[in-house]
């Protein structure tokens, strides 16, 4: 059963960058037909898409955030990435990362990890 | 406009059905994924596409489209139903995705 665990720092200074990793364990990253994407929830708030990688390496981000964000994928550790620079306080959350389904007019996040609390503060 | 509008809050009695709407333009192309969180924990898929459900969620989940609202239809709720819910879909563009502004179930 496919499984995914986020991990990094938990507390990062404003206007730093934000870097964290989701590992993949049973199965792999490479299989065709997923994508992979990272999700945060601000305190008390409900979830925002920040964005995500497909199989084959193509990336999708929310628009309000596309200056700040990239998402990686390293198949050899069978794991990806998120970095979100010039981070500030409003980019403190929960962050989650899940594996994407897509079939032509419907998409879905079938895993979830369990999600990493990350504080922005100095 | 890539807004999906949720009641903030519905409560239900037990045993009893609530429907859960969503609202917005992409709707009307694209079908909604349904998202069950309790407290402290991440949320969980409870119904994607047309009307589909994982393994392992009850079959009193069900959902349902019509134009511009997705619906999520909990028929006999349990006390455990009591979660905030979340849809999503793609927005206009097909590329990304948008999560709704949420729902608070209560059960009574």
């Known amino acids: 059963q496919l499984q995914l665990q986020e991990s990094g720092s938990g507390l990062v200074k404003p206007s730093q960058t934000l870097s964290l990793t989701c590992a993949v364990s049973g199965g792999s990253i490479s299989s065709g037909g997923y994508s992979w994407s990272w999700i945060r929830q601000p305190p008390g708030k409900g979830l925002e898409w920040i964005g995500y990688?497909?199989?084959?390496?193509?990336?999708y981000y929310n628009p309000s955030l596309k200056s700040r964000v990239t998402i990686s994928v390293d198949r050899s550790k069978n794991q990806f990435s998120l970095k979100l620079s010039s981070v500030t306080a409003a980019d403190t959350a929960v962050y989650y990362c899940?594996?994407?389904?897509?079939?032509?007019?419907?998409?879905?996040?079938?895993?979830w990890g369990q999600g990493t609390m990350v504080t922005v503060s100095s | 406009s890539s807004e999906l509008t949720q009641d903030p809050a519905v409560s239900v009695a037990l045993g009893q059905t609530v429907r859960i709407t969503c609202q917005g333009d992409?709707?009307?192309?694209?079908?909604a994924s349904w998202y069950q969180q309790k407290p402290g924990q991440a949320p969980v898929l409870v119904i994607y596409?047309?009307?589909n459900r994982p393994s392992g969620i009850p079959d009193r989940f069900s959902g349902s489209s019509s134009g511009n609202t997705a619906s999520l239809t909990i028929t006999g709720a349990q006390a455990e139903d009591e979660a905030d819910y979340y849809c999503n879909s793609r927005d206009s563009s097909g590329n990304h995705r948008v999560f709704g502004t949420g729902t608070k179930v209560t059960v009574l």
């Open positions: 990688i497909y199989h084959s390496g193509s990336t």
């Open positions: 596409g047309k009307n």
């Open positions: 899940a594996r994407g389904r897509d079939g032509y007019n419907w998409g879905a996040f079938d895993i």
């Open positions: 992409s709707l009307r192309s694209y079908y």
